[in-house]
Antibody, heavy 123, light 109 residues
């Protein structure tokens, strides 16, 4: 069965860095746009970042632009999120999400979600 | 940046119809997707491209989009439909951002 599995979430101090990873299986990972969506405790969904299948197009949410970097390695079927200058408000559950088949990153729905990895930013 | 507005809560009795709205300026010119999130679970796509359903999603879930409002309709509501529902669009500006509505809690009475 196709799935996405996230890893890398942990407790980290404000101002530090953290790298999240996501591995896809049982589908053609390198054909799809991929994204990170987060959810603070008790709050709604927030799109964090995404990139097209080829990494040709990339986008970031306002709250993370300039601090986070999204990337992928199709040979490893993996998506990454480099999180720098972390703030308390970055705490939450980070979902790896499959996007559009082919094309640019900002098209289509999110049709597959991982279970998420938890990031806690606290001193 | 583009803003999507959803009512915080909606309720319906079993067998009735629940209507969840998603408001945005000229949202009818955009493509809207809807997700269901049950407690403790990852979101699930229930409607995409305004009104299409993924495989496995019951016909009771339907969507429409016109003018300044997109709507998710859940017909013949069941207890298992109790969840948070989120609308989602791409804002279409130069920054190419994804946007979610604030979410609506559907309570089955």
């Amino acid at each position: 069965e196709p799935q996405l599995v996230e890893s890398g979430g942990t407790l980290v101090q404000p101002g530090r860095s953290l790298r999240l990873s996501c591995t896809g299986s049982e589908f053609l990972f390198d054909d799809y746009g991929m994204h990170w969506v987060r959810q603070a405790p008790g709050k709604g969904l927030e799109w964090v970042a995404g990139l097209s299948w080829s990494s040709r197009t990339i986008g970031y949410g306002d709250s993370v632009k300039g601090r986070f970097i999204v990337s992928r390695d199709n040979s490893k079927r993996s998506l990454y999120l480099q999180m720098n200058s972390l703030r308390r408000e970055d705490s939450g559950l980070y979902f790896c999400v499959r996007g559009y088949l082919g094309g640019d990153h900002d098209r289509g729905a999110f049709d597959m979600w991982g279970r998420g990895t938890t990031v806690i930013v606290s001193s | 940046s583009y803003i999507l507005t959803q009512p915080p809560s909606v309720s319906a009795a079993p067998g009735q119809t629940a209507t969840i709205t998603c408001g945005g300026t000229n949202i009818g010119d955009k493509v809207v997707h809807w997700y269901q999130q049950k407690a403790g679970q990852a979101p699930l796509l229930v409607v995409y491209d305004d009104s299409d359903r993924p495989s496995g999603i019951p016909e009771r879930f339907s969507g429409s989009n016109y003018g300044d409002t997109a709507t998710l309709t859940v017909s013949r509501v069941e207890a298992g439909d109790e969840a948070d529902y989120y609308c989602h669009v791409w804002d279409g500006t130069g920054d190419r951002r994804g946007v979610f509505g604030g979410g609506t809690r559907l309570t089955v009475l």
